[in-house]
């Protein structure tokens, strides 16, 4: 069978490029004799690769001297506590912006370590808006403010950067991270798990500044403290060594690409090509307010909800898959992460007129 279009929110689409280049390299990496996944993460080969996935991360983002990049595991929701046990810092509390189960769940960890103050929610109208930021109640002396700037499964981002001040800015962008350009200098840290947007599931990046780190709670276990893995360049114990080096190769194509601008000018086109259709027939419709229209993440419903396994079960006869929505949006969702190709996006349009045409 060729290779068919994965709408997957995650673990998600990786580019063919890649998986060819791993499978050329599967079982001898450069002459090397050896694979990637038998090396020592201690040799020059491995420490040379993972050296490298981070050089490249750096440029691709702009990522500044001053902040520490680390590639650890347990997944975004691990940081659900490690931003906590380490950003306190003996203040009192911390800011929450809720957009959406993502927000609900960081808010939760957090509560187990330290007040937490919800600046504002969005669960009024079932999460499908972002609060604006003249809505927020914030407090000054906040250990950090935390937001989710692209909620998955609600399908609801932020486009613009909350203005903290002094109050460091905490950002999980699993599923947004290189898919737009950001200004990292504004944030305090930035985490995101890398089977949305990056490679493979079993890779957290986190890039924190470095005054931000040592400062953990009593009782932190030893490898939820980020200084502990930046003072040995995330090889305390083992890291991940496989996922990163997929990771590594993303990045290498990123940039051959043409880095985030280029990646961002075709997340605005594959964005606009699918909600544009959405938009232009009644018989679709997309819940999110418009101004918040995630770029990664497509929920939309049919009009009539009996319709659903028709629809789902066509798409795949083509070759249209995972396009299931969340059991708590219901519809459908396409994920559109940089990997998923135009030509992925096109094909799912022209089926959703096709049905439409059929049905209406
Ligand atoms: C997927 C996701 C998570 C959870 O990631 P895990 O790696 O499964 O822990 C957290 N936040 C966001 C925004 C996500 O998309």
Redesign the pocket.
């Known amino acids: 069978m060729e290779r068919i279009y994965n709408f997957s929110?995650?673990p998600a689409v990786l580019p063919r490029e890649v998986l060819e280049q791993a499978r050329d390299e599967l079982v001898n990496w450069q002459g090397c004799g050896m694979s990637v996944m038998e090396m020592s993460h201690r040799g020059k080969e491995y420490m040379g690769i993972q050296a490298e996935a981070e050089a490249d991360l750096r440029e691709l983002l702009g990522i500044p001297g001053n902040y520490k990049v680390l590639f650890l595991q347990?997944?975004?929701?691990?940081?659900?506590s490690m931003v906590p046990l380490n950003l306190y810092r003996g203040k009192a509390s911390a800011d929450f912006l809720d957009t959406g189960v993502?927000s609900e769940?960081?808010i939760a960890e957090a509560s187990r370590y330290g007040a937490v103050n919800v600046v504002a929610s969005s669960r009024d109208k079932n999460y499908t808006y972002a609060p604006t930021q003249d809505a927020w109640q914030t407090d000054p002396n906040a250990a950090f403010l935390h937001y989710?700037p692209?909620?998955?499964?609600g399908g609801v981002e932020i486009f613009w950067t909350p203005e903290t001040g002094e109050v460091p800015l905490v950002a999980?962008?699993?599923?947004?991270i290189l898919s737009r350009a950001i200004d990292v200098s504004k944030f305090g840290l930035i985490y995101?798990?890398?089977?949305?947007n990056i490679g493979p599931?079993g890779v957290?990046v986190v890039i924190v500044r470095e005054d931000l780190i040592g400062q953990t709670l009593p009782g932190t276990p030893t490898l939820f403290d980020y200084q502990l893995h930046a003072d040995n360049d995330s090889m305390y114990n083992t890291p991940p060594t496989y996922g990163i080096y997929i990771a590594g190769l993303v990045f290498k194509l990123l940039k051959d690409r043409g880095g985030i601008a280029a990646m961002e000018r075709q997340n605005l086109l594959k964005a606009d090509l699918l909600y544009g259709c959405l938009d232009a027939s009644g018989f679709y419709s997309s819940p999110v307010a418009r101004e918040n229209r995630s770029r990664m993440n497509v929920p939309f419903t049919l009009k009539d909800a009996a319709l659903d396994e028709d629809f789902l079960k066509g798409a795949k006869a083509r070759g249209l898959v995972q396009l299931k929505g969340h059991r708590s949006v219901g519809g459908m969702r396409a994920s559109i992460y940089n990997a998923m190709p135009v030509e992925g996006v096109q094909d799912h349009v022209d089926n959703i007129k096709e049905f439409e045409k059929t049905r209406s």
């Open positions: 929110a995650g347990g997944g975004a929701s691990m940081q659900f993502w769940k960081a989710t692209n909620e998955t499964i999980d962008m699993s599923s947004t995101a798990g890398a089977q949305k599931a957290t």
